[in-house]
């Protein structure tokens, strides 16, 4: 959808069309639950999530003005949203990565993990784990830039962090999920 | 290693120099070591781009239009509450009006309002004069004014703090 199309849906909406508010939900339901789904673990919560960051869209959206994308403003309230529920819950959100630890002691359950692999299906099961477990912040970074396919500025507008920090946390990211991928498989498994 | 990490992915999210990208290029396919590590990027890439896992339940859409429209009605309830403290607020004035008050001289003057003269219009509006000027007014006025004052602030909070939260139109079919 371009920037003329959302201007009109924004402004059917805001002039009461239910049916324009449907197509609205539609277009951004996919980003908004990248986000929800990364960001939060628990999986009752997600969907709540989800539709509440739609209705604060609905009720706040007379309040955009243009200067953004609309998926970059939606993003943000689901961005801001998750970010107060976590905060209730007590989930830290400014750890950093852990070492990119390769030694013994991570690799003890490699022979787990390869008969993990044939459970789990595929290497995506694998990294999907892995980003599970990162900080919030890497993994939110990780899911707008790969699956939403947002710019460095895009994201820093969401996140709120500038965007040499968007580009070095999302390398870091990568590195340190490539690292868990090396010290699990050979490089020949990788080759797919 | 000539490529850092940093270079590799970089070259994966075509965010270099095109020279650069070219000889990265050209290099990948002369080095296997390279080629190894590219290779393991791509397959991480892959997996990041992977959308499985985040699907929502098929009636979603329907439930926040319901969730929405439910809003949009504690919007309206909260309207009308907020006219019921109005009226509250407003009766309440009157009724404290009327007990500071000394309506001893009203009720005396409406004697006036005899059989004989009920039909004589002209004589209630002489007598009018007379029964407003036997009201005693010095202890009533705070407080119709105060009720006003706090009709006006609840006005304005209305008009610039409740009103805009609920500025979207109504749904119509």
Known sequence: M?????????EKV??????????????????????????VNILEDREDLCQDIFVKAYQNLFQFKFESKVSTWIARIAYNTCINYLEKKK?????????????LDSLAGINELQDDLYEAENINNIVRKEIAEMPVKFRTILTLYHLD?????????????????VKNYLFR??????AKLTARYQPEELYQ | ???????????????????????????????????????VYKQLYSALNDRKGFELDPKFTSRV????????????????????????????????????????????????????????????????????GNIDFNLALPIPVAGIIILIILGLLDRFIFYPRYKAASFYR
């Open chain 1, 2 to 10: 371009n920037d003329n199309d959302s201007r009109q849906l924004v």
């Open chain 1, 14 to 39: 805001l002039a009461g069309n239910s049916r324009a508010f449907q197509t609205f939900v539609n277009e951004y339901k996919n980003l908004v639950a990248h986000i929800v789904y990364r960001m």
């Open chain 1, 91 to 103: 989930v830290p959100l400014y750890d950093d990565l852990a070492p990119e630890d390769t030694s």
């Open chain 1, 149 to 165: 396919e947002m710019t460095y500025a895009e994201i820093g507008s969401i996140t709120g962090l500038p965007e040499g920090t």
């Open chain 1, 173 to 178: 990211a990568r590195r340190f999920l490539k």
């Open chain 2, 1 to 39: 290693m000539k490529y850092s990490d940093q270079k590799i992915q970089d070259f994966l999210d075509n965010n270099m120099p095109a020279d650069l990208y070219r000889q990265f290029k050209e290099e990948l396919h002369s080095d296997p070591v390279l080629k190894s590590r590219v290779q």
């Open chain 2, 65 to 132: 239009m319901k969730k929405a429209q439910i809003e949009e009605l504690g919007a309206l309830h909260f309207k009308l509450w907020h006219i019921f403290i109005a009226m509250f607020i407003f009766i309440a004035c009157i009724n404290l009006s009327l007990y500071y008050v000394d309506t001893k001289t009203l009720v005396e003057d409406l004697k006036f309002s005899t059989p004989a003269n009920d039909n004589s219009i002209p004589a209630l509006i002489k007598n009018l004069n007379s029964l407003l």
